[in-house]
Protein backbone atom coordinates (compact mmCIF):
# COMPACT_ATOMS: atom_id res chain seq x y z
CA UNK A 1 0.00 0.00 0.00
CA UNK A 2 2.53 2.59 0.46
CA UNK A 3 5.36 3.53 -2.33
CA UNK A 4 8.76 4.77 -2.07
CA UNK A 5 6.90 8.44 -2.02
CA UNK A 6 4.87 7.14 0.39
CA UNK A 7 0.95 8.13 1.17
CA UNK A 8 -1.08 10.12 -1.25
CA UNK A 9 -2.73 11.68 1.69
CA UNK A 10 -2.01 11.46 5.20
CA UNK A 11 -4.97 12.77 7.75
CA UNK A 12 -3.89 13.52 11.40
CA UNK A 13 -6.71 13.31 13.47
CA UNK A 14 -9.92 10.55 13.11
CA UNK A 15 -12.52 12.80 14.61
CA UNK A 16 -15.55 14.69 13.13
CA UNK A 17 -13.86 15.97 10.08
CA UNK A 18 -10.71 13.72 9.80
CA UNK A 19 -12.85 10.74 9.58
CA UNK A 20 -15.56 11.88 7.21
CA UNK A 21 -12.14 13.18 5.12
CA UNK A 22 -10.17 10.13 5.22
CA UNK A 23 -12.96 8.07 4.24
CA UNK A 24 -14.38 10.17 1.56
CA UNK A 25 -11.19 10.24 -0.01
CA UNK A 26 -10.28 6.69 -0.03
CA UNK A 27 -13.12 6.02 -1.24
CA UNK A 28 -12.35 8.44 -3.88
CA UNK A 29 -8.98 6.42 -4.72
CA UNK A 30 -6.39 7.66 -2.87
CA UNK A 31 -4.15 5.96 -0.29
CA UNK A 32 -4.77 7.57 2.97
CA UNK A 33 -3.16 7.07 5.90
CA UNK A 34 -5.36 8.20 8.96
CA UNK A 35 -3.25 8.77 11.85
CA UNK A 36 -4.69 9.16 15.61
CA UNK A 37 -3.51 10.15 19.04
CA UNK A 38 -5.56 8.05 20.60
CA UNK A 39 -7.24 4.47 20.42
CA UNK A 40 -7.92 2.75 17.38
CA UNK A 41 -11.01 0.19 18.05
CA UNK A 42 -14.19 -1.40 16.72
CA UNK A 43 -17.33 0.31 17.27
CA UNK A 44 -18.43 -2.72 19.36
CA UNK A 45 -15.16 -2.11 21.40
CA UNK A 46 -16.94 1.11 22.69
CA UNK A 47 -17.02 1.60 26.39
CA UNK A 48 -20.76 1.22 27.11
CA UNK A 49 -21.11 4.22 29.07
CA UNK A 50 -20.23 6.50 26.37
CA UNK A 51 -23.03 5.21 24.00
CA UNK A 52 -25.63 5.93 26.34
CA UNK A 53 -27.93 9.17 25.60
CA UNK A 54 -26.34 11.10 28.70
CA UNK A 55 -22.86 11.60 28.44
CA UNK A 56 -22.77 12.21 32.17
CA UNK A 57 -23.07 9.03 32.82
CA UNK A 58 -19.49 8.31 30.97
CA UNK A 59 -17.96 11.67 32.42
CA UNK A 60 -18.46 10.83 35.79
CA UNK A 61 -17.05 6.66 35.19
CA UNK A 62 -13.13 6.95 35.58
CA UNK A 63 -12.64 3.81 32.94
CA UNK A 64 -14.96 5.65 30.49
CA UNK A 65 -12.94 8.96 30.41
CA UNK A 66 -9.23 7.42 30.89
CA UNK A 67 -10.28 5.55 27.07
CA UNK A 68 -11.30 8.43 25.39
CA UNK A 69 -10.68 12.12 27.27
CA UNK A 70 -7.65 13.60 26.97
CA UNK A 71 -6.60 13.97 30.39
CA UNK A 72 -4.18 17.19 31.62
CA UNK A 73 -5.96 19.82 28.93
CA UNK A 74 -7.50 22.98 30.77
CA UNK A 75 -8.80 26.23 30.12
CA UNK A 76 -9.74 29.27 31.50
CA UNK A 77 -13.01 30.27 30.62
CA UNK A 78 -12.90 34.44 31.88
CA UNK A 79 -10.09 36.60 33.12
CA UNK A 80 -11.80 36.01 36.66
CA UNK A 81 -11.12 32.31 36.51
CA UNK A 82 -8.54 29.94 37.21
CA UNK A 83 -8.01 26.87 34.60
CA UNK A 84 -10.39 23.95 34.98
CA UNK A 85 -10.65 20.57 32.79
CA UNK A 86 -11.87 20.82 29.17
CA UNK A 87 -13.02 17.78 28.08
CA UNK A 88 -11.97 16.97 24.31
CA UNK A 89 -12.11 13.72 22.69
CA UNK A 90 -9.75 11.03 21.80
CA UNK A 91 -9.67 7.88 19.98
CA UNK A 92 -10.67 6.79 16.58
CA UNK A 93 -14.68 8.93 16.78
CA UNK A 94 -12.89 12.46 18.29
CA UNK A 95 -15.21 14.54 20.47
CA UNK A 96 -17.94 12.87 18.67
CA UNK A 97 -17.39 9.93 20.89
CA UNK A 98 -18.12 12.00 23.83
CA UNK A 99 -20.31 14.97 23.27
CA UNK A 100 -23.68 15.97 24.05
CA UNK A 101 -24.98 13.88 20.67
CA UNK A 102 -26.73 17.11 19.12
CA UNK A 103 -26.87 17.13 15.54
CA UNK A 104 -28.26 20.65 15.27
CA UNK A 105 -26.94 22.96 12.20
CA UNK A 106 -26.36 26.25 12.41
CA UNK A 107 -28.28 28.60 10.35
CA UNK A 108 -27.19 29.03 6.75
CA UNK A 109 -26.97 32.94 7.76
CA UNK A 110 -23.80 32.03 9.39
CA UNK A 111 -22.34 30.74 6.07
CA UNK A 112 -23.69 34.39 4.29
CA UNK A 113 -21.22 35.74 6.81
CA UNK A 114 -17.88 33.10 6.18
CA UNK A 115 -18.29 33.96 2.71
CA UNK A 116 -18.59 38.24 3.72
CA UNK A 117 -15.02 37.51 5.70
CA UNK A 118 -13.54 36.09 2.84
CA UNK A 119 -14.75 32.80 2.41
CA UNK A 120 -15.58 32.17 -0.96
CA UNK A 121 -17.09 28.67 -1.78
CA UNK A 122 -18.51 28.71 1.65
CA UNK A 123 -21.98 30.02 0.76
CA UNK A 124 -24.96 28.17 1.82
CA UNK A 125 -25.84 26.95 -1.53
CA UNK A 126 -22.48 25.42 -1.08
CA UNK A 127 -22.76 24.00 1.90
CA UNK A 128 -26.04 22.84 2.22
CA UNK A 129 -25.66 19.65 -0.45
CA UNK A 130 -23.27 18.22 2.51
CA UNK A 131 -25.08 19.04 5.54
CA UNK A 132 -28.02 16.53 3.47
CA UNK A 133 -25.29 14.18 2.55
CA UNK A 134 -23.87 13.57 5.77
CA UNK A 135 -27.49 12.82 7.56
CA UNK A 136 -30.15 10.03 8.17
CA UNK A 137 -32.65 12.23 9.23
CA UNK A 138 -35.59 9.91 10.85
CA UNK A 139 -38.12 12.52 11.06
CA UNK A 140 -37.40 14.89 7.85
CA UNK A 141 -35.43 13.21 5.70
CA UNK A 142 -37.00 13.60 2.52
CA UNK A 143 -37.43 16.55 2.46
CA UNK A 144 -35.32 19.00 0.11
CA UNK A 145 -32.81 20.35 3.02
CA UNK A 146 -32.29 17.17 4.83
CA UNK A 147 -30.50 13.64 3.90
CA UNK A 148 -31.82 9.46 3.96
CA UNK A 149 -29.42 7.44 4.47
CA UNK A 150 -26.44 9.34 5.26
CA UNK A 151 -23.47 8.06 7.79
CA UNK A 152 -25.02 10.17 11.08
CA UNK A 153 -28.26 8.91 11.80
CA UNK A 154 -30.40 12.23 13.21
CA UNK A 155 -33.78 11.60 15.78
CA UNK A 156 -36.05 13.35 18.03
CA UNK A 157 -36.93 12.16 21.11
CA UNK A 158 -40.73 12.04 21.30
CA UNK A 159 -42.41 14.73 23.62
CA UNK A 160 -43.91 11.81 25.78
CA UNK A 161 -40.86 10.98 26.51
CA UNK A 162 -39.03 14.21 27.07
CA UNK A 163 -38.02 14.54 30.33
CA UNK A 164 -39.86 16.93 33.04
CA UNK A 165 -37.61 20.31 32.83
CA UNK A 166 -37.32 19.88 28.65
CA UNK A 167 -42.00 20.28 29.21
CA UNK A 168 -41.26 22.89 31.39
CA UNK A 169 -39.23 25.26 29.31
CA UNK A 170 -40.82 24.42 26.09
CA UNK A 171 -43.79 25.27 27.86
CA UNK A 172 -42.68 28.49 29.47
CA UNK A 173 -40.77 29.55 26.62
CA UNK A 174 -44.08 29.20 24.22
CA UNK A 175 -45.83 31.29 26.79
CA UNK A 176 -43.61 34.13 26.92
CA UNK A 177 -43.73 34.13 23.07
CA UNK A 178 -41.09 31.87 21.43
CA UNK A 179 -42.66 30.41 18.24
CA UNK A 180 -42.44 26.48 18.14
CA UNK A 181 -40.33 25.48 15.23
CA UNK A 182 -40.72 21.48 15.42
CA UNK A 183 -37.04 21.15 12.68
CA UNK A 184 -34.92 23.48 14.07
CA UNK A 185 -32.73 22.42 11.09
CA UNK A 186 -34.96 23.62 8.95
CA UNK A 187 -34.03 26.70 7.10
CA UNK A 188 -35.07 29.95 8.64
CA UNK A 189 -36.29 27.59 12.05
CA UNK A 190 -36.11 30.03 15.35
CA UNK A 191 -37.94 29.39 18.50
CA UNK A 192 -38.77 26.12 20.81
CA UNK A 193 -37.37 22.81 19.26
CA UNK A 194 -36.87 19.64 20.24
CA UNK A 195 -32.66 19.07 19.76
CA UNK A 196 -31.92 16.76 17.13
CA UNK A 197 -30.04 13.61 18.34
CA UNK A 198 -27.15 11.67 16.35
CA UNK A 199 -28.02 8.33 17.86
CA UNK A 200 -30.23 5.08 16.61
CA UNK A 201 -32.39 2.68 19.12
CA UNK A 202 -31.17 5.36 21.88
CA UNK A 203 -27.18 4.66 21.49
CA UNK A 204 -24.79 7.12 20.27
CA UNK A 205 -23.72 6.67 16.92
CA UNK A 206 -20.19 8.43 16.55
CA UNK A 207 -18.10 9.44 13.60
CA UNK A 208 -16.29 6.33 14.11
CA UNK A 209 -19.42 4.52 13.58
CA UNK A 210 -21.19 6.42 11.04
CA UNK A 211 -18.00 6.40 8.80
CA UNK A 212 -14.83 4.35 9.62
CA UNK A 213 -16.72 1.26 10.57
CA UNK A 214 -17.91 0.53 7.25
CA UNK A 215 -14.47 1.82 5.68
CA UNK A 216 -12.31 -0.47 7.43
CA UNK A 217 -11.95 -3.28 4.83
CA UNK A 218 -10.71 -0.56 2.25
CA UNK A 219 -7.87 -1.20 0.57
CA UNK A 220 -6.70 2.23 0.36
CA UNK A 221 -7.40 3.25 3.53
CA UNK A 222 -5.03 2.60 6.55
CA UNK A 223 -5.64 3.56 10.36
CA UNK A 224 -2.78 3.98 12.80
CA UNK A 225 -4.40 4.76 16.77
CA UNK A 226 -1.93 5.45 19.73
CA UNK A 227 -0.25 7.62 16.79
CA UNK A 228 0.65 10.94 18.28
CA UNK A 229 2.02 13.56 15.48
CA UNK A 230 4.80 15.78 17.17
CA UNK A 231 5.59 17.74 14.30
CA UNK A 232 5.55 18.05 10.67
CA UNK A 233 8.63 17.41 8.08
CA UNK A 234 9.38 19.39 5.33
CA UNK A 235 11.16 19.68 2.03
CA UNK A 236 12.44 23.15 1.54
CA UNK A 237 8.90 25.16 1.83
CA UNK A 238 6.16 21.64 1.13
CA UNK A 239 5.57 20.13 3.90
CA UNK A 240 6.20 16.13 3.03
CA UNK A 241 5.04 14.22 5.93
CA UNK A 242 4.55 14.28 9.93
CA UNK A 243 6.71 12.73 12.62
CA UNK A 244 4.63 10.26 14.47
CA UNK A 245 5.39 8.68 18.30
CA UNK A 246 4.79 5.80 18.69
CA UNK A 247 5.21 4.02 22.28
CA UNK A 248 7.84 6.51 22.62
CA UNK A 249 9.55 5.75 18.93
CA UNK A 250 9.42 8.76 16.74
CA UNK A 251 9.15 7.68 13.00
CA UNK A 252 9.13 9.64 9.70
CA UNK A 253 5.47 9.07 7.48
CA UNK A 254 5.65 10.91 3.97
CA UNK A 255 3.10 11.77 1.70
CA UNK A 256 2.25 14.19 -0.90
CA UNK A 257 -0.15 15.89 0.89
CA UNK A 258 -1.20 16.77 4.73
CA UNK A 259 -4.37 17.82 6.54
CA UNK A 260 -4.73 18.50 10.02
CA UNK A 261 -7.76 17.09 11.19
CA UNK A 262 -6.66 17.26 14.72
CA UNK A 263 -9.52 19.70 16.75
CA UNK A 264 -9.67 23.27 17.35
CA UNK A 265 -6.96 22.50 20.00
CA UNK A 266 -4.30 19.92 18.56
CA UNK A 267 -4.26 20.90 15.38
CA UNK A 268 -2.83 24.51 16.31
CA UNK A 269 -0.26 22.63 18.69
CA UNK A 270 1.15 20.95 15.96
CA UNK A 271 1.52 23.71 13.41
CA UNK A 272 3.04 25.65 16.32
CA UNK A 273 5.38 22.76 17.56
CA UNK A 274 6.39 22.79 13.73
CA UNK A 275 7.29 26.44 13.27
CA UNK A 276 4.34 27.88 12.43
CA UNK A 277 2.56 30.26 14.35
CA UNK A 278 3.06 33.41 16.12
CA UNK A 279 6.98 34.56 15.96
CA UNK A 280 7.43 36.01 19.24
CA UNK A 281 5.81 32.72 21.17
CA UNK A 282 7.49 30.13 19.07
CA UNK A 283 11.41 31.98 19.49
CA UNK A 284 10.18 32.28 23.34
CA UNK A 285 10.40 28.71 22.98
CA UNK A 286 13.22 27.97 21.07
CA UNK A 287 10.94 26.78 18.25
CA UNK A 288 12.21 27.88 14.58
CA UNK A 289 10.00 30.01 13.14
CA UNK A 290 8.95 28.59 9.61
CA UNK A 291 5.79 31.20 9.21
CA UNK A 292 4.46 33.89 10.95
CA UNK A 293 0.82 33.14 11.11
CA UNK A 294 -1.91 33.93 14.02
CA UNK A 295 -1.93 30.10 14.84
CA UNK A 296 -4.17 29.48 18.13
CA UNK A 297 -5.60 33.50 18.46
CA UNK A 298 -9.13 33.95 17.85
CA UNK A 299 -10.39 30.77 20.10
CA UNK A 300 -13.85 31.06 20.98
CA UNK A 301 -16.76 28.80 22.39
CA UNK A 302 -20.20 29.64 23.76
CA UNK A 303 -20.51 30.97 26.84
CA UNK A 304 -23.43 29.59 29.26
CA UNK A 305 -24.75 30.72 32.36
CA UNK A 306 -27.65 28.35 34.54
CA UNK A 307 -30.64 28.47 36.89
CA UNK A 308 -30.94 25.76 39.11
CA UNK A 309 -34.39 24.22 39.26
CA UNK A 310 -34.27 21.82 42.52
CA UNK A 311 -37.02 19.63 41.55
CA UNK A 312 -39.84 17.14 43.39
CA UNK A 313 -38.65 14.04 43.21
CA UNK A 314 -41.24 12.74 40.76
CA UNK A 315 -39.56 15.11 38.44
CA UNK A 316 -36.18 14.50 38.63
CA UNK A 317 -33.60 11.92 36.60
CA UNK A 318 -35.22 8.24 36.68
CA UNK A 319 -32.52 6.71 35.37
CA UNK A 320 -28.84 7.40 34.53
CA UNK A 321 -29.36 6.41 31.36
CA UNK A 322 -32.34 8.98 30.90
CA UNK A 323 -31.72 11.37 28.37
CA UNK A 324 -30.05 15.02 29.67
CA UNK A 325 -31.41 17.45 27.62
CA UNK A 326 -34.16 17.80 24.22
CA UNK A 327 -35.17 21.14 23.74
CA UNK A 328 -33.57 24.61 22.70
CA UNK A 329 -34.41 27.24 22.36
CA UNK A 330 -32.83 29.55 19.71
CA UNK A 331 -33.99 33.17 20.14
CA UNK A 332 -32.81 37.07 18.90
CA UNK A 333 -31.47 39.64 21.90
CA UNK A 334 -33.29 42.69 20.39
CA UNK A 335 -34.81 44.00 17.34
CA UNK A 336 -31.35 44.81 15.46
CA UNK A 337 -29.91 41.67 16.77
CA UNK A 338 -29.24 38.40 14.40
CA UNK A 339 -31.73 35.85 14.77
CA UNK A 340 -30.56 32.98 16.64
CA UNK A 341 -27.90 35.07 18.82
CA UNK A 342 -29.16 33.28 22.14
CA UNK A 343 -30.27 30.00 23.01
CA UNK A 344 -31.90 28.67 25.96
CA UNK A 345 -31.33 24.64 26.88
CA UNK A 346 -33.25 22.60 28.92
CA UNK A 347 -30.91 20.74 31.93
CA UNK A 348 -32.76 17.58 33.29
CA UNK A 349 -29.75 17.23 35.21
CA UNK A 350 -27.54 19.97 36.01
CA UNK A 351 -24.19 20.82 36.98
CA UNK A 352 -24.85 20.34 40.85
CA UNK A 353 -26.42 16.99 40.41
CA UNK A 354 -23.36 15.66 38.78
CA UNK A 355 -20.54 16.62 41.13
CA UNK A 356 -23.42 15.07 44.37
CA UNK A 357 -24.76 11.09 43.90
CA UNK A 358 -27.25 12.36 46.54
CA UNK A 359 -28.74 14.75 44.26
CA UNK A 360 -28.21 13.58 41.26
CA UNK A 361 -31.62 12.90 40.48
CA UNK A 362 -32.90 15.89 41.62
CA UNK A 363 -31.15 19.02 40.59
CA UNK A 364 -32.60 20.17 37.07
CA UNK A 365 -31.55 23.56 35.28
CA UNK A 366 -32.56 26.22 32.67
CA UNK A 367 -29.09 27.20 30.53
CA UNK A 368 -29.16 30.42 28.48
CA UNK A 369 -25.82 30.91 26.28
CA UNK A 370 -24.09 33.22 24.08
CA UNK A 371 -24.60 31.44 20.90
CA UNK A 372 -23.47 34.62 18.44
CA UNK A 373 -20.06 34.78 20.64
CA UNK A 374 -18.10 38.54 20.12
CA UNK A 375 -15.17 37.64 22.42
CA UNK A 376 -11.45 35.97 21.41
CA UNK A 377 -9.21 34.10 23.17
CA UNK A 378 -6.41 32.22 23.09
CA UNK A 379 -4.28 28.96 22.54
CA UNK A 380 -0.36 29.04 23.51
CA UNK A 381 1.86 26.18 23.68
CA UNK A 382 4.06 26.31 27.07
CA UNK A 383 6.82 23.38 25.81
CA UNK A 384 7.77 22.07 22.76
CA UNK A 385 7.23 19.02 24.01
CA UNK A 386 4.23 17.35 22.42
CA UNK A 387 3.26 15.50 25.57
CA UNK A 388 2.85 18.87 27.33
CA UNK A 389 -0.86 20.03 26.90
CA UNK A 390 -1.30 23.44 25.15
CA UNK A 391 -2.72 26.62 27.40
CA UNK A 392 -6.60 27.86 26.72
CA UNK A 393 -7.45 31.00 27.87
CA UNK A 394 -11.06 31.77 26.76
CA UNK A 395 -11.37 35.09 27.45
CA UNK A 396 -15.14 34.35 27.05
CA UNK A 397 -17.61 37.87 27.74
CA UNK A 398 -14.38 39.81 27.26
CA UNK A 399 -16.05 41.59 24.67
CA UNK A 400 -18.84 43.93 26.35
CA UNK A 401 -21.56 42.70 23.37
CA UNK A 402 -21.32 38.99 24.96
CA UNK A 403 -21.29 40.23 28.80
CA UNK A 404 -24.61 42.46 28.09
CA UNK A 405 -26.27 39.91 26.01
CA UNK A 406 -26.10 37.32 28.59
CA UNK A 407 -26.70 39.54 31.50
CA UNK A 408 -30.04 40.05 29.64
CA UNK A 409 -30.44 36.56 28.73
CA UNK A 410 -29.98 35.55 32.72
CA UNK A 411 -32.51 37.55 33.89
CA UNK A 412 -35.14 36.26 31.09
CA UNK A 413 -34.29 33.00 31.90
CA UNK A 414 -35.10 33.56 35.95
CA UNK A 415 -38.69 34.78 34.00
CA UNK A 416 -39.07 31.98 32.51
CA UNK A 417 -38.08 29.51 35.65
CA UNK A 418 -40.81 31.46 37.28
CA UNK A 419 -43.30 30.18 34.84
CA UNK A 420 -46.22 27.77 36.64
CA UNK A 421 -44.89 25.23 34.44
CA UNK A 422 -41.94 25.15 36.12
CA UNK A 423 -43.11 26.05 39.68
CA UNK A 424 -45.29 22.60 39.21
CA UNK A 425 -42.12 20.58 39.27
CA UNK A 426 -39.75 22.56 41.78
CA UNK A 427 -39.00 22.03 45.21
CA UNK A 428 -39.24 24.91 47.31
CA UNK A 429 -37.92 28.14 46.03
CA UNK A 430 -35.85 28.91 43.30
CA UNK A 431 -33.84 31.50 45.71
CA UNK A 432 -32.48 28.20 47.57
CA UNK A 433 -30.60 27.04 44.96
CA UNK A 434 -29.91 30.39 43.36
CA UNK A 435 -29.17 32.19 46.55
CA UNK A 436 -25.78 34.03 44.62
CA UNK A 437 -27.47 34.72 41.28
CA UNK A 438 -30.68 36.48 42.84
CA UNK A 439 -28.53 38.71 45.76
CA UNK A 440 -27.24 40.45 42.39
CA UNK A 441 -29.40 39.81 40.04
CA UNK A 442 -30.96 43.46 39.46
CA UNK A 443 -27.43 44.96 39.78
CA UNK A 444 -25.50 45.22 36.59
CA UNK A 445 -21.86 45.50 37.60
CA UNK A 446 -22.32 42.92 40.48
CA UNK A 447 -24.35 40.78 37.90
CA UNK A 448 -21.49 40.94 35.35
CA UNK A 449 -19.12 40.12 38.15
CA UNK A 450 -21.19 37.00 39.39
CA UNK A 451 -21.16 35.60 35.28
CA UNK A 452 -17.81 36.31 34.93
CA UNK A 453 -16.83 34.52 38.14
CA UNK A 454 -19.42 31.58 37.25
CA UNK A 455 -20.05 31.53 33.67
CA UNK A 456 -18.90 28.17 32.12
CA UNK A 457 -18.48 27.02 28.17
CA UNK A 458 -20.40 24.20 26.46
CA UNK A 459 -17.32 22.87 24.65
CA UNK A 460 -17.52 24.18 21.50
CA UNK A 461 -13.84 25.15 20.37
CA UNK A 462 -13.33 26.62 17.59
CA UNK A 463 -11.37 29.37 15.18
CA UNK A 464 -7.61 28.75 16.39
CA UNK A 465 -6.86 28.16 12.79
CA UNK A 466 -9.14 30.61 11.49
CA UNK A 467 -9.96 30.65 7.45
CA UNK A 468 -10.50 33.98 5.59
CA UNK A 469 -9.00 36.57 3.08
CA UNK A 470 -5.14 35.38 2.43
CA UNK A 471 -4.75 39.47 3.28
CA UNK A 472 -6.92 39.11 6.19
CA UNK A 473 -4.32 39.41 9.18
CA UNK A 474 -6.12 36.98 11.14
CA UNK A 475 -6.62 34.32 8.42
CA UNK A 476 -4.15 31.05 8.78
CA UNK A 477 -5.44 29.09 5.87
CA UNK A 478 -7.23 30.14 2.87
CA UNK A 479 -10.95 29.32 2.03
CA UNK A 480 -8.80 26.05 0.22
CA UNK A 481 -7.73 25.38 3.61
CA UNK A 482 -4.63 25.36 2.81
CA UNK A 483 -1.51 26.64 5.33
CA UNK A 484 -0.75 30.47 4.21
CA UNK A 485 2.61 30.17 2.81
CA UNK A 486 3.33 26.46 3.51
CA UNK A 487 2.69 23.94 0.23
CA UNK A 488 1.27 20.95 0.49
CA UNK A 489 -0.88 21.67 4.10
CA UNK A 490 -4.09 21.87 5.26
CA UNK A 491 -6.10 21.92 8.07
CA UNK A 492 -9.37 20.67 8.14
CA UNK A 493 -11.41 21.01 11.16
CA UNK A 494 -13.20 23.37 13.19
CA UNK A 495 -10.18 25.21 13.79
CA UNK A 496 -10.94 27.31 11.13
CA UNK A 497 -14.45 28.17 11.04
CA UNK A 498 -14.46 31.84 11.25
CA UNK A 499 -16.61 32.10 14.20
CA UNK A 500 -17.95 29.65 16.52
CA UNK A 501 -21.59 29.30 14.93
CA UNK A 502 -24.95 29.55 16.26
CA UNK A 503 -24.94 25.89 17.01
CA UNK A 504 -23.14 22.80 18.70
CA UNK A 505 -20.02 21.96 16.00
CA UNK A 506 -20.24 18.92 15.59
CA UNK A 507 -22.37 18.68 12.41
CA UNK A 508 -20.76 21.68 11.26
CA UNK A 509 -17.19 20.05 11.62
CA UNK A 510 -18.25 16.41 9.46
CA UNK A 511 -19.36 18.95 6.77
CA UNK A 512 -16.03 20.60 6.35
CA UNK A 513 -14.50 17.34 5.88
CA UNK A 514 -17.33 16.43 3.48
CA UNK A 515 -16.36 19.28 1.52
CA UNK A 516 -12.83 18.91 1.55
CA UNK A 517 -13.23 15.84 0.40
CA UNK A 518 -14.63 16.80 -2.75
CA UNK A 519 -11.92 19.82 -3.26
CA UNK A 520 -8.62 17.86 -2.45
CA UNK A 521 -6.67 17.94 -5.48
Not at 41 to 62: C, F, G, K, V
Not at 423 to 449: C, Q, W, Y
Request: proline share 6%.
Amino acid sequence: MVTETGWDLIVVGAGSAGAALAVRSAEKGKRVLLVEAGPNYRSAQMHEAWRSPNPIRALLDPTATEQLVWAGLDAARTEKQSHTPYWRGRGVGGSSSINGQIAIRPPMADFDDWVASGCTGWAPTDVLPYFAKLEDDEEYGDEPYHGRGGPTPVYRTPQEHWGSVDTALSRAAQAAGHAWAPDVNAPGAFGVSPYPINSRHQRRVSVNDGYLEGARDCSNLTIRGDATVDKLTFSGNRVNGVQVIVDGVASIEQADEVVLSAGAIHSPAILMRSGIGPASDLRALDIGVRQNLPVGRGFQDHPMAVVSIPLIEEAGIQSSDDRHTNVCVRYRSGAHAPEGDMMFVSQNQNVVAMANPDMRSLAGAFGVWVNQAHSRGELTLTSADFAVQPQIHSRMLSDERDLSRLRDGIRALVELARDPAVGSITHGALESENGALFAVLDNDSELDDYLLSTASDVQHATSTCRMGAIDDADTVVDPSCRVLGIDRLRVVDASIFPTVPRANTNLTAIMVGEVMADRLD
